[in-house]
Structures are given as C-alpha cells and as structure tokens.
C-alpha cells in the first residue's frame, strides 16, 4: 500500500545524546516535511525537502539537522544542541504544484520522542 | 503573518446532530486550505482539500466551506457519529512573505460525539 512509514513510533534518549527518525514514502512525492507537534500547539515546521539533495530549514529548525539523499526518505536527526526535544514528530510529504506550492499533505504515523 | 485560528478548541455533541468547526485565517493570499482528522497517538490524516479557486469540496458526511475575502473556512460533518470523535485541524497554504513551501495549522477543534 502507498503511504509514508516512520520509525521508530516510540523513542527513549538520554540528554547529549543524538537521535534519528526515519520517514520512508512510496508515493512518489517531490516534497517531504518534518513537523513537531506540542500540547496546546500547533504544528510547526522544522524542515523540509522539495528536491533529492536540497532542503530548507523551517520555523524551528536549530537542534535539528536532516538529509534527502533519496526522494524516498527523509531522515531527521535530533542532537543534543536541542534543549526541548521531547514530543510528537510527524513525517508529511507531498505533490509540489505550480510555483513549488504544497499539494495535499499526506503524513506518516508518528513518532515519540522522550528525553530522560 | 499569517495567523490561523479554530473556534471552538473543544465540542461535545450528542450522536447524530449535525455540527460545523471553524477555522479563521488572517491573511486572505492563500492558495489552499486542508482539514485533518487526528486520532489520539496518531499521525494527521487529510480530509478535504479546497484549493483558493474553489468555494467548497464534499466527501460523504463532510462538507468544507471557503470564503477567502472573509479569511473564514468550515467543516460541516453531517449526522454525526461516535466514530468522528478525534481532533479536527486546518490548514492554510499562504503566500504571505514570499513562502509558499508550507502550511500554517491551527491548533485544531477535540470533537467529542456522545451515544
């Protein structure tokens, strides 16, 4: 089935330590995205990717760091230079319309991260 | 900038009643908006999708609404049932400041449908 995959769905770490989130799509989609879900918040966006080797950081992108080597994946790696990691991530991608515009937003399942 | 906002952030309806969520955004440059459904623990799963050239767009129970000169989106979901009960977000598509690489979401509207 055609969909976006994340791993792990749920993942502990120690403070200094780096971590890295997958995000796998097999829907042919140009345009991939890391979001960071808060309680009481709205999404907000980290980076994101419109081309293999090319991305652009988002609202929230210090601490963060990511690569596309593949237009299928989209890994994002969380470092110890970010003081608040824990919470909810989300994989999104998309078609890119005229003038690189989003289409439709599609996301992966999740995955939670706790800092111990 | 461009500022996205759902009113109110938590309904509670009996079974059937038919409701409407709002979604209110300050910039009316915008190129789509979307609405979401997420369940608790869950990722985000698209509903409808209205791009800035249309009025409205329907699937099934689920009528969205879009009034661009008024900054105003809604979400009617017809006779509703337990099973709709989860958080219902926005989403603006804006070209406000040059970028149209992503969306503004809101902070989204807990639909709670009582048996």
């Known amino acids: 089935d055609g969909g976006i995959t994340q791993s792990p769905k749920y993942l502990f770490r120690k403070e200094g330590q780096n971590v890295t989130l997958s995000c796998e799509q097999n829907?042919?989609?140009?345009?991939m995205y890391w979001y960071r879900q808060d309680p009481g918040q709205g999404l907000r966006l980290i980076y994101y990717s419109q081309i293999v080797n090319d991305f652009q950081k988002g609202d929230i992108a210090e601490g963060y760091s990511v690569s596309r080597e593949k237009k299928e994946s989209f890994p994002l790696t969380v470092t110890s230079a970010q003081k608040n990691p824990t919470a909810f991530y989300l994989c999104?991608?998309?078609?890119?319309?005229?003038?690189?515009?989003?289409?439709?937003?599609?996301f992966g399942e999740g995955s939670r991260l706790t800092v111990l | 900038k461009q500022e996205v906002t759902q009113i109110p952030a938590a309904l509670s309806v009996p079974e059937g009643e038919n409701l409407v969520l709002n979604c209110s955004f300050t910039?009316?440059?915008?190129?789509?908006l979307q609405w979401f459904r997420q369940d608790p623990g869950k990722g985000l799963t698209s509903l409808l999708l209205?791009?800035?050239?249309?009025r409205e767009q329907t699937s099934g129970r689920l009528n969205a609404s879009l009034d661009k000169s008024s900054g105003r989106s809604t979400l009617y979901i017809a006779a509703s049932q337990p099973g709709d009960s989860a958080t219902y977000l926005c989403?603006?598509?804006?070209?406000?400041?040059?970028?149209?690489?992503?969306?503004?979401f809101g902070t989204g509207t807990l639909l709670a449908v009582q048996p």
């Open positions: 209205i791009q800035s050239s249309q």
């Open positions: 999104a991608s998309s078609t890119l319309l005229l003038a690189g515009a989003p289409g439709e937003l599609f």
């Open positions: 989403a603006v598509g804006s070209t406000y400041g040059g970028a149209t690489n992503k969306l503004i």
């Open positions: 910039d009316s440059a915008i190129y789509n």
């Open positions: 829907l042919n989609h140009d345009a």
